[in-house]
């Protein structure tokens, strides 16, 4: 930061994997990776928001950054200050960490097709990690990290005869 500048940084991420079932049989297996970086750039009542996309490689993603900051410190100037900037006034860092490792998503579609046999089966299973964090200049850092899991399903008997359910959770 330059003389005079704040900054508020967010990341929303997660890693997912999910499974479609149809028939008793895996349709679809597919895997979600999402990383995203809000970087706002304050100084005096302005302030400008870039979103960008991360890798998860530092050695790629830092110099992406720092591009994003250079980019907000170009365009603080042509802003208006903006007379509803609301700063915090106190630090109120927080760390809630919920994750335990859950069952290989294969694994786990493995059994629930296995249990089902020979009936119709349609569902979806996804699965996996969820983490938000914050931190600003002056010093706060908030972070949550969870794991979870939903499994919802039907299993089909004839025409509308069918029964449907969710199982979802942390372990």
Do not use: C
């Amino acid at each position: 930061l330059r003389a005079g500048e704040r900054y508020t940084a967010t990341l929303e991420a997660e890693q997912t994997d999910f499974v479609r079932m149809n028939r008793g049989r895996v349709r679809q297996p597919g895997t979600v990776a999402q990383r995203y970086l809000y970087v706002r750039l304050i100084n005096g009542a302005r302030h400008a928001l870039h979103m960008t996309k991360l890798t998860g490689y530092l050695a790629v993603d830092a110099p992406a950054v720092r591009d994003v900051v250079a980019g907000l410190r170009s365009a603080l100037p042509e802003l208006a200050d903006d007379p509803l900037l609301l700063l915090p006034a106190t630090v109120q860092s927080s760390r809630d960490i919920r994750s335990t490792p859950l069952t290989a998503s294969a694994e786990v579609v493995e059994d629930v097709l296995s249990a089902a046999g020979d009936l119709d089966l349609v569902g979806i299973y996804a699965a996996g990690p969820v983490w938000r964090g914050f931190a600003n200049s002056e010093g706060q850092r908030n972070w949550h990290e969870t794991t979870s899991f939903n499994l919802e399903w039907s299993l089909y008997h004839r025409a509308d005869k069918a029964v449907k359910t969710t199982h979802a959770g942390f372990a």
